[in-house]
């Protein structure tokens, strides 16, 4: 079963920079639109960034301007480069891809989350 693994997020302090990246592993045949969400405490889960695979993105008003999401050369992982955090980017951040499995239908797939925290 093909799952999304995230890697970065951690602590940081306002007016800092962070990295985030999430990867398919296991068996499929291609890579949907990928997307970042986020949860704060007591908060729905809302969304951060989106990107086509034609490159197109789509940023929440909250983060225009300061995060930038994109994709790797291979197409099959994304990143979010946050900059000019602020202590209310504090959440949970969630990776959200299409993908296409080996059965050759299409699976909304989440990360298991990644903790970021914007705080002195």
């Known amino acids: 079963q093909v799952q999304l693994v995230e890697s970065g997020g951690g602590l940081v302090q306002p007016g800092g920079s962070l990295g985030l990246s999430c990867a398919p592993s296991?068996?499929?045949?291609?890579?949907?639109?990928m997307g970042w969400y986020r949860q704060a405490p007591g908060k729905s889960r809302e969304l951060v960034a989106l990107?086509?695979?034609?490159?197109?993105?789509n940023y929440a008003d909250s983060v225009k301007g300061r995060f930038t999401i994109s994709r790797g050369s291979a197409e099959t992982t994304v990143y979010l480069q946050m900059s000019g955090l602020k202590p209310e980017d504090t959440a949970v951040y969630y990776c959200?891809?299409?993908?296409?499995?080996?059965?050759?239908?299409?699976?909304?797939?989440w990360g298991q989350g990644t903790q970021v925290t914007v705080s002195t």
């Open positions: 959200n891809a299409l993908i296409q499995t080996s059965s050759l239908r299409w699976r909304d797939a």
């Open positions: 990107i086509t695979t034609t490159g197109r993105t």
């Open positions: 296991g068996s499929f045949v291609s890579v949907g639109r």
